[in-house]
């Protein structure tokens, strides 16, 4: 009977109590909780921080072309296959034009957004600024991507009213 009793007693303290059990599920279900909250957080911060870098990206374009008159600049920046469709030619009749029409009002009013595939990933965005010459306005779209890990324009263009006559 010993030895029955020996088994028995075995059994029992190779098994957690119940509420031993339901303790650590608790404890794990937090630490998911926990993981799947900070992941998150992560996603938004970076989320809003690429909003805000792509904004500084199309003002610094901005600035460096309709400001600088940086051809040098734009052909940098300008992304691969935008490259391959557009000779680089444009880029320099881009600037061409901003040059001609001088160097607008500093204070410009940016419109525009920036768009995530799948909510994360992939930022990018069209914006529009209508700069001020002494004689007309001038409309700059930018259109930017962040496909690897740096600041890309994809489109451009410009379009002026006729000065007045």
């Given at each position: 009977m010993t030895n029955s009793s020996s088994l028995k007693h075995n059994k029992?303290?190779?098994r957690l109590p119940r509420s031993a059990q339901r303790g650590q599920a608790l404890v794990f279900l937090i630490i998911v909780i926990a993981v799947i909250a900070g992941g998150l957080f992560f996603l938004i911060s970076m989320r809003k921080d690429a909003?805000?870098?792509?904004?500084?990206?199309?003002?610094q374009v901005i600035e460096r072309c309709a400001f600088q008159?940086?051809?040098?600049?734009?052909?940098?920046?300008?992304?691969?296959d935008r490259r391959l469709a557009v000779p680089p030619a444009m880029d320099d009749q881009f600037i061409y034009y901003l040059t001609k029409l001088g160097v607008p009002d500093r204070n410009y009013n940016l419109t525009g957004q920036l768009d995530f595939d799948h909510y994360f990933g992939s930022p990018h965005g069209t914006y529009q600024a209508i700069l001020t010459y002494p004689d007309q306005h001038a409309t700059v779209s930018l259109t930017i991507a962040r496909p690897s890990g740096i600041w890309l324009v994809t489109d451009f263009?410009?379009?002026?009213?006729?000065p007045p006559q």
């Open positions: 029992s303290t190779s909003k805000a870098e792509g904004e500084r990206f199309v003002r008159h940086d051809a040098k600049f734009l052909h940098g920046s300008v992304a691969s263009g410009v379009t002026y009213e006729r």
